[in-house]
C-alpha cells in the first residue's frame, strides 16, 4: 500500500475514534464526580465543608520528621479553596484541626490513616481530627487533606482519592476541579448529591475540550438521566445494586439501607427543585413520603408542608398535623411551631384524631 494512501486511511480513523475517546473520557469524569459523593460504605452524603480559617496542630511520633510535608499537602489543597491553614502546633491559637502521628503498629487493621468529624453544626465543619500512621504520611498526606476539606468520597481514578492512584505527590486537575467547585458560591453546606452532581458535571463540561460543546452537554444530560433511574431504582430495591456502591471496598447491607432512605429524601427533593429533572410535584411528594415513613425526621416535616400547601397532591390540615407531630417529636422546631398553629385552627375533634393518628403511627 501506497505510503500515502495508508497515511490518509490512518488519519481518517483516528478521526473516527476521537469524538467517542472524548465521549469515554467525559463520562469517566462524570463518574468520578459522582463517587467523589458517596460515603465508602454505600451511602450517599450532605455536602459538609469549612466556612473559617482552619488550625492545625500536629502532635505524636516523629513530628519534627513529617511537619512539612503535612502541611504542604493541607496547604495546596486549601489553596483551591480559599480557606486559610494555620501551623498552630507550637502555640499561638485554638486548634480545630488535630493531626495525630501514631506507630505503624497502632491504628485500625485496615487503615493507615483518616479523617474523623468531631464537631460540627449541621453540614459546618468546626473540628476534626487526622491520625495517620507515621509511616504512610508520605502517601496519605493529599489523599488525607482532601477529606479534610470535606470530600469523603474515593473515586476509583484520576484523583488522589482513589484507593489505586499512584502519584502521591501533586494534585490532579480533577482533583482541583472538584475541591475548586466545592467551594464554590454555586456550592451551599448541606446540599443532596443530587443538587451537588450538576454543579460538579457543570464543572467537567466546561473544563473538557471543546468547552460547553453540544455534544458535551448533551451526553452531561444522559448522565444526569442515567443516574435519576438508577437512583429511583435503589431506593426502591429495586435492580443490581447500584456501580458506585460496587466499587465501594466496606459496602455493608446497614450502610445500603440507610442510603436507600436518604435517597428517597433526595429523589423527593430532586422532584421538588428541579435542580436535575424537571419538577414534578406528585414525584417530589412520593418519594418525600417514603422517607417520612422511614422515620428521617426532616422529610416528615417537608411531608407537613407538602399537606399543608396542597403540593402534589390535595391539601389536608390532618395530614399536615400528623407529619409535623412525627417531625417535633424528633427535636425540628419549625414542626413544633407548626403543630401550635395548626392546632389554633382545626377543631378540637379534629386535633383529637390527628393525635391519635400520631400515637398509632408511634
Excluded at 257 to 277: E, P, S
Excluded at 319 to 327: G, I, K
Aim: aromatic share 8%; charged share 25%.
Amino acid at each position: 500500500m501506497p505510503l500515502i494512501r495508508f497515511l490518509g486511511q490512518l488519519a481518517m480513523a483516528a478521526a473516527l475514534l476521537l469524538p467517542q475517546a472524548r465521549a469515554d473520557a467525559l463520562q469517566d469524569r462524570f463518574e468520578t464526580v459522582w463517587e467523589s459523593l458517596w460515603y465508602q460504605g454505600g451511602t450517599p452524603l450532605l455536602l459538609s465543608r469549612w466556612q473559617g480559617d482552619i488550625q492545625v496542630r500536629i502532635q505524636g511520633r516523629n513530628v519534627a520528621m513529617h511537619r512539612a510535608r503535612i502541611l504542604e499537602a493541607l496547604r495546596t489543597v486549601a489553596a483551591e479553596t480559599g480557606i486559610r491553614i494555620q501551623d498552630v502546633t507550637d502555640g499561638g491559637g485554638t486548634p480545630n484541626l488535630e493531626v495525630r502521628l501514631v506507630g505503624d503498629d497502632e491504628g485500625t487493621d485496615r487503615m493507615a490513616c483518616y479523617v474523623r468529624t468531631l464537631e460540627s453544626e449541621g453540614p459546618v465543619i468546626r473540628k476534626q481530627e487526622l491520625v495517620m500512621r507515621q509511616g504512610a504520611v508520605y502517601y496519605c498526606a493529599l489523599h488525607e487533606a482532601m477529606h479534610v476539606m470535606g470530600i469523603q468520597g474515593h473515586p476509583r481514578a484520576g484523583t488522589v482519592l482513589s484507593y489505586f492512584h499512584q502519584r502521591v505527590d501533586r494534585l490532579t486537575d480533577m482533583d482541583q476541579l472538584l475541591v475548586r467547585s466545592w467551594y464554590s458560591s454555586a456550592m451551599k453546606p448541606g446540599m443532596t448529591p443530587l443538587e451537588v452532581l450538576p454543579v460538579l458535571t457543570a464543572a467537567v463540561v466546561d473544563s473538557a475540550n471543546p468547552p460547553n460543546g453540544e455534544a458535551a452537554q448533551a451526553a452531561r444530560r444522559r448522565f444526569h438521566a442515567d443516574v435519576m433511574r438508577e437512583m429511583a431504582a435503589f431506593a426502591s430495591g429495586e435492580g443490581e445494586v447500584p456501580v458506585v456502591i460496587k466499587r465501594s471496598g466496606t459496602a455493608s447491607a446497614e450502610a445500603m439501607d440507610r442510603g436507600r432512605k436518604l435517597m428517597r429524601l433526595f429523589l423527593g427533593l430532586a422532584y421538588m427543585t428541579g435542580q436535575i429533572v424537571d419538577e414534578d410535584p406528585p414525584a417530589a411528594a412520593r418519594w418525600t413520603e417514603r422517607a417520612a415513613l422511614d422515620g428521617l425526621a426532616y422529610a416528615q416535616w417537608l411531608m407537613g408542608e407538602v399537606a399543608r400547601r396542597g403540593y402534589g397532591r390535595a391539601a389536608s390540615r390532618a395530614d399536615a398535623y400528623f407529619w409535623y407531630a412525627l417531625a417535633a417529636a424528633q427535636g425540628i422546631e419549625q414542626a413544633k411551631a407548626s403543630v401550635a398553629r395548626l392546632e389554633a385552627v382545626m377543631t378540637p375533634e379534629d386535633v383529637d384524631a390527628a393525635r391519635k393518628r400520631v400515637a398509632d403511627f408511634r
